[in-house]
């Protein structure tokens, strides 16, 4: 009778060989974090917009993954070990690489320690992203302990890439000379370092991502990602509600725990504004969860900001006119879209919705060989009121106040008159950015506000979806009128 391996071992030596077996898996899970990294929704997001952009920004609450997520997507790009679904841009030989903290020692013990493994102990080298098996060599930096300075990265074309760490605190001379491929700023940097990326980077066509949480308020390099237009930067938001690994207790603990001036960059990712915001209160005051149902009797208008290179915009108000509460249920933006097609998306929302439009939609387009905008929105099958949005306040024609229409929707916030959706995130991300600056409104990334604030003035053209009951002609009867 032939023995098996089990009829020949003791229970101890099974026991023994199985604690070894899942200390092999647990080292060589360690030795490839890269293997196992699952992005979030808003990761992927951002990782997308690289094919796109060459410099993007990750501007999100504390503790969401930034870091984690600038790392990744660093190890992909020395590696070329791309998961099949990568969705952003891709590298087919070997890259020049920095990644940068604000000081040595925040570069040592958070962006080393992502990409390469906790720095105190060199036996760990080889546990953090860039997985084990394609670290070549590495040197280590002059005067900091257990920091690094270069390293050599197995790249699957065959070649091998480099990777060297930076901080912010050494000046911009040292970001001056070199030409790279990938540039990852961990944190924000001072806006010469940070104009040192693209320009380390435009022989290569390489790209430039940095990761932050923005508590220094619109500083130079948010407002060059937030205001400034060009075609290469992208922006991707995220808040706390963004992370999964967080339970509905985690959240509401770390919420507590933050100093209320800082709590909407730590939690919404969101400029500290200060007095510059246009609409000063918590988000949480005006959001709801979508109506099951909105009942046939409230009138409805949609307001349009019209746009091309900045984004055209939409929205649907529901009008609870018994308790006089408005209600955003729909929200719409895209860029480098005609007026057609953005009437297109929009008839599905209602044949009979009325839509609202800014003065400047009686001026002519290339586009439209010399018809208003307005006209054109008609001619594509839109219900447009007579004229543009304004205050009803006696005047010829009205007001067209952009400060009275803010105070009326604000008004509306603070005293409970105000409901948004709170699946519309587009229109929560402006409504976070949306500012003054020396005292006026900062007409940028306000498409969604613009389009809110022309179907709030307009709210007197507000109608019910449910067309009106057939008109039927009376007839005389003995004790007199009724209905025939």
């Known amino acids: 009778m032939l023995e098996t391996i089990a009829d020949t071992i003791t229970l101890e030596q099974a026991r023994a060989a199985l604690e070894r077996l899942e200390a092999v898996k647990s080292q060589r899970a360690a030795e490839n974090k890269l293997a196992s990294f699952k992005a979030y929704k ?11 952009h060459r410099e993007r920004l990750l501007m999100a609450a504390n503790r969401f993954g930034k870091t984690e ?16 679904d990568w969705p952003g841009k891709r590298f087919d030989k070997p890259v020049r690489a920095w990644a940068a903290g604000v000081t040595s020692e925040t ?45 050599s990265i197995k790249h699957v074309s065959g070649g091998t890439s480099a990777l060297q760490f930076k901080s912010f605190e050494r000046g911009r001379e040292k970001w001056q000379g070199a030409a790279c491929e990938v540039i990852w700023f961990d944190e924000e940097c001072p806006a010469d370092i940070y104009s040192e990326g693209p320009t380390r980077t435009n022989e290569t066509g390489g790209i430039v991502f940095i990761t932050f949480t923005p508590l220094d308020g619109v500083t130079e390099v948010v407002r060059r990602f937030l205001h400034e237009k060009n075609p290469d930067r992208h922006v991707t938001q995220a808040t706390i509600d963004d992370a999964p690994h967080f339970s509905a207790a985690d959240k509401k603990r770390i919420v507590a725990s933050y100093l209320p001036h800082e709590a909407e960059a730590r939690i919404k990712g969101v400029p500290v504004l200060g007095s510059g915001r246009i609409f000063p209160i918590p988000e949480e005051s005006i959001s709801i969860a979508p109506l099951a149902s909105i009942p046939k009797h409230w009138p409805r208008i949609g307001g349009l900001d019209f746009g091309y290179e900045h984004p055209a915009a939409a929205v649907e108000l529901a009008w609870d006119r018994d308790n006089d509460v408005v209600y955003v249920i729909r929200a719409w933006r895209e860029k480098h879209t005609t007026p057609v097609l953005h009437a297109a998306a929009l ?26 905008l307005a006209k054109q929105y008609t001619a594509a099958g839109l219900l447009m009121t007579r004229t543009h949005a304004n205050i009803d306040d006696g005047t010829p024609g009205g007001s067209v106040s952009v400060e009275a229409g803010l105070m009326d929707m604000l008004d509306r916030m603070q005293t409970g008159k105000f409901r948004v959706y709170n699946t519309l995130n587009d229109w929560f991300e402006e409504f976070r950015l949306y500012h003054r600056k020396d005292g006026k409104v900062v007409k940028l990334y306000d498409d969604l506000m613009a389009a809110t604030r022309y179907a709030v003035m307009m709210l007197r053209e507000a109608k019910t979806l449910e067309p009106p009951p057939p008109f039927v002609m009376p007839r005389r009867t003995g004790g007199g009128w009724m209905a025939s």
Request: aromatic share 10%.
């Open 347 to 372: 008839r599905s929302w209602g044949k009979r919705l009325i839509w609202t439009w800014p003065r400047d939609g009686r001026r002519e387009t290339l586009e439209g060989a010399g018809i208003s």
């Open 42 to 52: 808003k990761q992927t997001e951002f990782f997308a917009a690289g094919k796109m």
């Open 107 to 151: 570069t040592r013990d958070v962006v080393q320690a992502k990409l390469i493994g906790p720095p105190f102990t060199e036996a760990e080298w080889g546990q953090g992203m860039v997985p084990k098996s394609c670290i070549v060599d590495i040197a280590p930096a002059r005067g900091i302990p257990a920091a690094i300075d270069t390293v």
């Open 69 to 84: 997520c600038g790392a990744a997507e660093m190890s992909y790009h020395l590696t070329g070990l791309y998961p099949p």
